[in-house]
């Protein structure tokens, strides 16, 4: 019996990170935008309506809904995710686009290499894990400080499956 508990344990992650895109407006903040915006497209629509500039009403409102659109889409994409773990015997890398469809990619630890590529004033521009003829980028929308952050706690979980 400890033959198989020695082995759950071997397979236990001892790494796992959710990586998501970052959103700065909340759902909050998105409809106090919202009604900030339409306010002003009433006020601003009403003047150039009672002055007889009925067209700027209506392309104003064009504006707004554009506005909207653009948000939508881009909460949309922040569905985005990636869900990294590392176990002595494996690195699960699990990609799910914003539609829900998600990818899943399995790595022997001891021969998966980890790339980082940089630049001198932006830091982290890319990452991506390498190994058994595969190539899969990771954390392509995070901020800079996030992938460093991610970078340096991957590369030594990376590290220690390679040791234990």
């Not at 932006?122 to 390498?130: A, F």
Request: zero cysteines.
């Amino acid at each position: 019996m400890s033959d198989t508990n020695a082995s759950f344990q071997a397979d236990e992650p001892f790494f796992q990170a959710l990586l998501t895109p970052h959103r700065s407006l909340g759902r909050t903040g998105f409809f106090v935008l919202m009604g900030a915006l339409l306010f002003g497209w009433l006020v601003t629509g009403a003047f150039f309506l009672s002055r007889g500039a009925w067209p700027v009403f209506g392309f104003f409102g064009l504006d707004v809904a554009a506005v909207y659109i653009a948000f939508r889409i881009n909460y949309r994409a922040a569905r985005a995710r990636e869900e990294v773990s590392v176990s002595r015997t494996s690195l699960d890398i699990r990609k799910t686009a914003p539609s829900g469809k998600s990818e899943a990619h399995r790595f022997n630890p001891f021969w998966a290499r980890f790339s980082v590529a940089r630049h001198a004033e932006i830091g982290i521009t890319g990452m991506t894990v390498q190994g058994e003829g595969q190539n899969v980028p990771i954390g392509s929308f995070l901020d800079p400080d996030s992938r460093e952050s991610f970078a340096t706690a991957f590369s030594r979980a990376l590290a220690t499956a390679k040791t234990r």
